[in-house]
């Protein structure tokens, strides 16, 4: 458990320390956020604010990850994904940065984007392990492998939960402070799940995990130096904030949340542990989809929620701890389905 706490110390103290030089050099530079045209009033003083800290939330959890970790396979892999998902999401920070204006890559280029890095982390995932421990399985999981096959379309299935939870992230992060501070809860809960399966391997017992041990354990690690990236990062990002993560950050975010689900054995438990991020998309979605069906009717004042709640006339730090709240309880929910599965898999 010591370099699962040691990696959340170290990250956390490379991107505390860390940020203020980067507000300097971004300042210096002039690389700022833009602000979309259509969205609160309240936000345009934000324009300008130093964006692409999410360089740091990378550079921790590498940097901790590679210090720490046994470098298996699969902490490799899990880490390279989060790795891809930033420079796609940084290559569409500069591309906004450059054209000053607040779209960045084509949709249909960042999905193609998203597209690559799925397939990479599907065939690579299912192919290379560690010595003496499973593949990742082509199944769907739960909490644990389903053991329902899903052959081919396992590769359209991660594409979806990639796309899915670097989208999710993104639009979540709207608000000084929502989007790390959410994923702080939701990585904490991984952590015990992934340092639960380490402790607990199927050699012990037929009915305890078989994605455990080292491999395990990496995960763990990278749970903890994402964890403490994001506290680090938070004390820079709370309202006002000084500094924005920008797609770098909310697009690796999501990339090696996704990923983390999917080594895990924990996919469709992603829906409850990242239950804020799951309403925060279905807000857009539902949004669209309304305006589009009824040729201009709106179900929001604005999507995502979060921007629907300020316009109702909340304050944006009521927003954050209110999201932050519910966003608390989907992990307490999540959690909970993961500790009743673990008690009933403990051998009387």
Not at 155 to 165: D, H, L, P
Not at 186 to 215: K, Q
Not at 283 to 310: D, N
Not at 338 to 348: A, C, E, G, H, L
Request: aromatic share 12%; charged share 15%.
């Amino acid at each position: 458990m010591y370099r699962v706490l040691a990696s959340a110390f170290i990250s956390g103290m490379l991107c505390l320390l860390l940020t203020p030089v980067l507000i300097r050099l971004l300042r210096k530079r002039e690389i700022g956020q833009v602000i979309r045209e259509d969205g609160p009033q309240a936000h345009f003083v934000k324009k300008g604010t130093p964006t692409m800290g999410g360089l740091l939330i990378v550079l921790g959890t590498v940097v901790s990850y590679l210090i720490l970790s046994a470098r298996t396979p699969e902490g490799l892999i899990v880490v390279g994904t989060m790795v891809l998902c930033g420079l796609l999401g940084f290559t569409d920070d500069y591309i906004q940065i450059r054209k000053r204006r607040s779209l960045g890559l084509k949709p249909s280029v960042k999905f193609a984007g998203e597209m690559v890095i799925a397939i990479a982390f599907a065939m690579l995932a299912t192919r290379f392990h560690s010595t003496g421990y499973p593949p990742l399985p082509a199944d769907l999981s739960f909490v644990g492998s389903t053991l329902f096959p899903l052959g081919w379309f396992f590769f359209i299935w991660v594409f979806i939960m990639v796309t899915a939870s670097t989208n999710a992230v993104n639009l979540t992060d709207g608000l000084d402070g929502l989007a790390s501070g959410s994923m702080i809860m939701v990585m904490a809960a991984y952590l015990l799940i992934a340092f639960t399966m380490f402790r607990h391997p199927i050699t012990e017992h037929p009915n305890f995990y078989d994605f455990s041990g080292l491999p395990a354990l990496d995960i763990a690690i990278i749970c903890g130096a994402v964890l403490g990236a994001c506290v680090g990062f938070l004390w820079w990002n709370a309202a006002p904030a000084q500094i924005f993560m920008g797609d770098t950050g909310s697009l690796a975010l999501g990339g090696v949340l996704a990923a983390i689900a999917i080594m895990t054995r924990t996919q469709l438990l992603l829906l409850l542990l990242g239950g804020l991020f799951v309403i925060e998309a279905l807000s857009v979605v539902i949004q669209v989809g309304v305006f589009k069906l009824t040729k201009g009717k709106r179900v929001f004042r604005m999507a995502p929620i979060h921007h629907h709640f300020e316009l109702m006339g909340w304050s944006e730090f009521t927003v954050m701890v209110r999201l932050w709240i519910i966003s608390g309880f989907c992990v307490m929910a999540g959690f909970a389905v993961f500790y009743v599965d673990f008690v009933t898999r403990v051998p009387k």
